[in-house]
């Protein structure tokens, strides 16, 4: 019941903080906000026993990334700007867009790991044990090496080259932010 009582609170906390990172007008109080999101995000996957996934969204997402957008958000000074929100209508389209997403949430509700074996399978005397065997296999992998070495062996090695691209990307986005910045001067 206590952990039930903790995750709505988290939750609730990530969706606030989410909602006040998109309307705020200040770039800087926004970046705030999402790295409050980041955290509560956090605190959900601990409550999964997700702890190397809740120690990588706060090292990486939280800690590295966000570091970097706000260096990037003062090194450009975007303080003073005006936010691109205007009018009604795009509050109108985002209420829309919400309601949308949150109709399609609550239809998700519905599917059961049975249900989705037989919509997967097409049969209705199949159960997920039988449809979802890599499950089982994942979790035989990672009893016997660890998780943190299920997750190492596709990122360093299938996923490896994608991942020094996205390196890449990150430090082409610091430099072309100092060479805008440096402009500006």
Known sequence: MMVEIVFYVFAAT???SALMCITQ???IASAFWLISTMLAL?????????HFIAAVQVLVYAGAIMVLFL???????????VSDIRGRLSWVVATVI??????SLIGLRAYTPE??????????????????????LARAAAESRGVIGVFAEPLFGTYLVPFEITGLLLLTAIVG????AKRRL
């Open 14 to 16: 990530a969706i606030l």
């Open 25 to 27: 007008r200040n770039p």
């Open 42 to 50: 956090a605190g959900i996957f601990v409550l999964l026993e997700a």
């Open 71 to 81: 260096f990037v958000i003062m090194l450009l000074n975007l303080s003073g700007r």
């Open 98 to 103: 919400a309601v949308a997403l949150t109709a």
């Open 115 to 136: 249900r989705l074996a037989q919509e997967v399978t097409g049969s209705l005397q199949i159960t997920p044990d039988v449809a979802f065997q890599s499950g089982d």
């Open 177 to 180: 932010a100092v060479v805008l």
